[in-house]
């Protein structure tokens, strides 16, 4: 079993849609969520992290933590083009050397 | 500008034939690493290095070399690369103590 499973979609909405990514994750001992933004032909960028269990929100994105059913979730409000991307979560846990473990990515199209 | 260069951007090698991919940060990064992105995979962490002269193996070691003589650059080399070992691959560096990695744009391999 992968540590960090994730819906490889793809996922099509209609601009303006309300999006929802979700990853669940099985080592009870990951502490930092984080969610990675990658274009097409272009290395992952830091989108949004968090720290255990809870909301994070920036702009129209919000970043939610669930430890007790070790869900996590990304929300995308008023969805614009610009949005379509492959979407990777990713989770790792203080002191752990080998850094991040990744979901194997959800690749969005947000339709004009 | 802050950022990660690979080199080159794209290879295509034949089998045995011994190949470097240069990693090169200009952010005093100490964290530097190596990742393997493939469809439905994600991406895999192949090797790190948590400092100058300190490397360990990743999730996907098998086949592959790194070195960190400096600390601005991370090489991985490949011995005798195999058809196995076509994928993107992606070269990454973060501070310590800081959560996001930087990526670099990556390198696609293909190897005949």
């Given at each position: 079993q992968?540590?960090?499973?994730?819906?490889?979609?793809?996922l099509s909405v209609p601009e303006g849609a309300i999006v929802s990514l979700n990853c669940t994750y099985s080592n009870s001992?990951?502490?930092y969520f984080m969610w990675y933004r990658q274009y097409s032909r272009k290395g992952p960028e830091l989108l949004m992290y968090t720290y255990s269990s809870g909301n994070k929100e920036d702009g129209r994105f919000t970043a939610q933590v669930d430890k007790s059913s070790k869900y996590i979730s990304l929300f995308i409000r008023d969805s614009q083009p610009s949005d379509s991307a492959t979407y990777l979560c990713a989770s790792y846990f203080s002191g752990?050397?080998?850094q991040l473990t990744f979901g194997s990515g959800t690749q969005l199209t947000v339709l004009p | 500008e802050a950022q990660v260069t690979q080199n080159p951007r794209y290879?295509?090698?034949v089998t045995g034939k011994k190949l470097t991919v240069t990693c090169s940060?200009?952010?005093n990064h100490e964290y530097m690493s190596w990742y393997r992105q493939d469809p439905g995979l994600g991406l895999r962490q192949i090797y790190y290095s948590m400092n100058v002269e300190v490397t360990d193996k990743g999730d996907v070691p098998e086949g592959y070399k790194v070195s960190r003589k400096e600390k601005r650059n991370f090489p991985l080399i490949l011995e005798s690369p195999s058809p196995n070992q076509t994928s993107l691959y992606f070269c990454a560096s973060r501070l310590t103590g800081s959560y996001g990695y930087t990526f670099g744009s990556g390198t696609r391999l293909t190897v005949v």
């Open positions: 992968k540590e960090v499973e994730q819906d490889p979609g793809p001992a990951f502490q752990s050397a080998r | 290879l295509i090698t940060q200009n952010m």
